[in-house]
């Protein structure tokens, strides 16, 4: 489906270094992911906080491959905005503040999307 954000897969735009690109992704996307989302085990947190504590960890990520995979779960509805701001990688804008979706807010979130899928 078009416009649909891929849960399964690194999106492109079709061109040959997007989709070299994304095969790259794919092959680590689902456990980044997971990584990511254990992160915040430890509460809410910002991109920025959530790089730190996985570099704490011992994790050798990049701040941007962090930021890429807080913004996939957030479309996946796996956590959400707690509709708090913190400090951006840059310190010259805002940040948001993130928490783990409760199961209710990720069934919530699954069923509205499949209500959308069925409304097509």
Same mark, same amino acid.
């Given at each position: 489906m ?16 997007? #989709?070299?690109?994304? &095969?790259?992704?794919?092959?680590? =996307?689902?456990?980044?992911?997971? =990584? ?12 920025? +906080?959530?790089? #730190?504590? =996985? +570099?704490?960890?011992?994790h ?18 796996? %956590?959400?905005?707690?509709? +708090?701001?913190?400090? *951006?990688? *840059?310190?010259?804008a805002? *940040? %948001?503040?993130?928490?783990? &979706?409760t199961?209710? #807010?990720?069934s919530?979130? =699954? ?10």
């Open positions: 078009l416009g649909e954000y891929p849960e399964e897969s690194a999106g492109h735009k079709g061109r040959d270094t997007g #989709e070299a690109a994304a &095969a790259l992704i794919n092959k680590t =996307l689902k456990p980044m992911r997971e =990584l990511v989302l254990a992160a915040f085990d430890e509460g809410p947190a910002s991109p920025e +906080q959530i790089h #730190e504590r =996985l +570099q704490r960890q011992g050798d990520l990049w701040a941007m491959t962090v930021r890429c995979r807080v913004s996939d779960l957030g479309k996946l509805g796996r %956590i959400v905005d707690t509709g +708090q701001r913190g400090t *951006s990688m *840059s310190g010259r805002k *940040s %948001i503040i993130w928490r783990k &979706a199961p209710k #807010e990720l919530d979130f =699954l069923a509205k999307k499949e209500a959308a899928r069925g409304g097509e």
